[in-house]
């Protein structure tokens, strides 16, 4: 039987859309496409779609851009739209737990469990308590739909709706692999969500999202500055842009870019202590960084210290074949923070559990 091919990897952003197409074969895994597009400001805020004409014409620019043939897709959503928790229940086959799962289910949704999609895997049994760990996935179908509906617009067939925060995951296992007896963070930090996801002997322990990004960057800029939205963007990737030196006090964007890396990077160090405090798991052994707001250059550090645990930037590409010939190398080093998602969903094929 012939292997199913990989699904085209689309992660629609808040900020951007990237698309990542991958060949698996005996020799390994291969990127045979990326590409990414911006899409404006407000098109999609907190995971809703405000503007999805817009975000349908993106897409359609960058398949015929790229010539793909592929038309199965995976694309993943976050966000209050979605909760995973990990629960204790009592130890029962696979069977009774299919029945069963929709009522259990309901203790740990605040939403009517008809509006949501169900997912659920075991992480491990414990037969001398009778009890088993379960992880719970429940999305909203609006958005599940919605999500769905835009891909098929653009002329494609969604054939898998992930989490951003597994597609991550998924990312960082093929790259790095899970190193047993530690725990990893792996922290996605978008223009408007932080998703933290800690992963302990492979198993995820701890998932919780927070509602801060690239924006209040940009937002804070803006309003210590007293510029334009577009001025203060371009000020927040100064660092790596080089802006026009004369223009601004560059102190002052440095200023307001460490004040504002100083509460993020607070806010994510008191969801590891609660982690910490509520978890048997033990240490952290590494945190890694992904998503577009991951390039602040001052952010790494300042959570480094805030943490006091090392902490590094994913690279998405680490263990994927890259030829030269077709993609330009600094561009793709440049952008790989941006791209874990996409590779995680370009990883994925049709019927996939």
Not at 219 to 224: F, P, R
Not at 277 to 282: K, M, Q, V
Not at 342 to 347: D, H, K, S, Y
């Given at each position: 039987?012939?292997?199913?091919?990989?699904?085209?990897?689309?992660?629609?952003?808040?900020?951007?859309?990237?698309?990542?197409?991958?060949?698996?074969?005996?020799?390994?895994?291969?990127?045979?496409?990326?590409?990414?597009?911006?899409?404006?400001?407000?098109?999609?805020?907190?995971?809703?779609?405000?503007?999805?004409?817009?975000?349908?014409?993106?897409?359609?620019?960058?398949?015929?851009?790229?010539?793909?043939?592929?038309?199965?897709?995976?694309?993943?959503?976050?966000?209050?739209?979605?909760?995973?928790?990990?629960?204790?229940?009592?130890?029962?086959?696979?069977?009774e737990l299919d029945e069963s799962i929709?009522?259990?289910?309901?203790?740990?949704?605040?939403?009517?469990?008809?509006?949501?999609?169900?997912?659920?895997?075991?992480?491990?049994?414990?037969?001398?308590?009778?009890?088993?760990?379960?992880?719970?996935?429940?999305?909203?179908?609006?958005?599940?739909?919605?999500?769905?509906?835009?891909?098929?617009?653009?002329?494609?067939?969604?054939?898998?709706?992930?989490?951003?925060?597994?597609?991550?995951?998924?990312?960082?296992?093929?790259?790095?692999?899970?190193?047993?007896?530690?725990?990893?963070?792996?922290?996605?930090?978008?223009?408007?969500?932080?998703?933290?996801?800690?992963?302990?002997?492979?198993?995820?322990?701890?998932?919780?999202?927070?509602?801060?990004?690239?924006?209040?960057?940009?937002?804070?800029?803006?309003?210590?500055?007293?510029?334009?939205?577009?001025?203060?963007?371009?000020?927040?990737?100064?660092?790596?842009?080089?802006?026009?030196?004369?223009?601004?006090?560059?102190?002052?964007?440095?200023?307001?870019?460490?004040s504002v890396s100083e509460s993020m990077?607070?806010?994510?160090?008191?969801?590891?202590?609660?982690?910490?405090?509520?978890?048997?798991?033990?240490?952290?052994?590494?945190?890694?960084?992904?998503?577009?707001?991951?390039?602040?250059?001052?952010?790494?550090?300042?959570?480094?210290?805030?943490?006091?645990?090392?902490?590094?930037?994913?690279?998405?590409?680490?263990?994927?074949?890259?030829?030269?010939?077709?993609?330009?190398?600094?561009?793709?080093?440049?952008?790989?923070?941006?791209?874990?998602?996409?590779?995680?969903?370009?990883?994925?094929?049709?019927?996939?559990?």
């Amino acid at each position: 039987m012939a292997r199913r091919k990989n699904a085209l990897g689309l992660d629609i952003g808040s900020s951007s859309v990237k698309l990542v197409q991958l060949r698996e074969s005996k020799k390994g895994i291969q990127l045979a496409n990326f590409s990414m597009a911006p899409l404006p400001s407000e098109a999609i805020v907190d995971g809703a779609l405000m503007n999805a004409s817009a975000v349908v014409d993106t897409i359609q620019g960058m398949v015929s851009a790229q010539k793909l043939k592929t038309k199965e897709v995976a694309v993943s959503i976050s966000g209050h739209s979605v909760i995973i928790k990990k629960i204790s229940l009592p130890a029962m086959t696979q069977d009774e737990l299919d029945e069963s799962i929709k009522w259990e289910a309901e203790q740990y949704i605040p939403f009517d469990v008809n509006d949501v999609y169900l997912d659920y895997q075991i992480l491990q049994s414990r037969p001398e308590q009778g009890q088993m760990d379960v992880l719970l996935v429940a999305a909203k179908k609006e958005v599940v739909d919605e999500y769905s509906g835009i891909v098929r617009e653009a002329g494609l067939e969604p054939v898998v709706v992930d989490v951003d925060c597994f597609t991550i995951q998924n990312t960082f296992e093929v790259n790095y692999g899970f190193p047993p007896g530690e725990a990893v963070v792996l922290l996605d930090i978008g223009a408007s969500t932080i998703n933290i996801n800690i992963i302990s002997n492979g198993i995820t322990t701890f998932t919780r999202d927070i509602s801060m990004g690239g924006n209040q960057f940009t937002e804070e800029i803006q309003k210590q500055l007293n510029v334009s939205y577009d001025e203060a963007e371009a000020y927040k990737l100064g660092g790596e842009r080089g802006v026009d030196a004369d223009s601004v006090v560059p102190q002052e964007v440095e200023r307001v870019m460490a004040s504002v890396s100083e509460s993020m990077a607070s806010e994510i160090h008191r969801s590891l202590d609660f982690y910490l405090a509520t978890s048997s798991e033990g240490r952290m052994s590494r945190v890694y960084l992904s998503g577009g707001t991951a390039k602040v250059p001052s952010l790494a550090r300042t959570i480094e210290n805030r943490v006091g645990v090392a902490v590094e930037l994913v690279d998405p590409f680490r263990n994927i074949q890259v030829d030269p010939k077709l993609f330009n190398l600094d561009y793709l080093n440049e952008v790989r923070p941006l791209a874990v998602c996409a590779v995680g969903l370009g990883l994925r094929r049709q019927g996939d559990k």
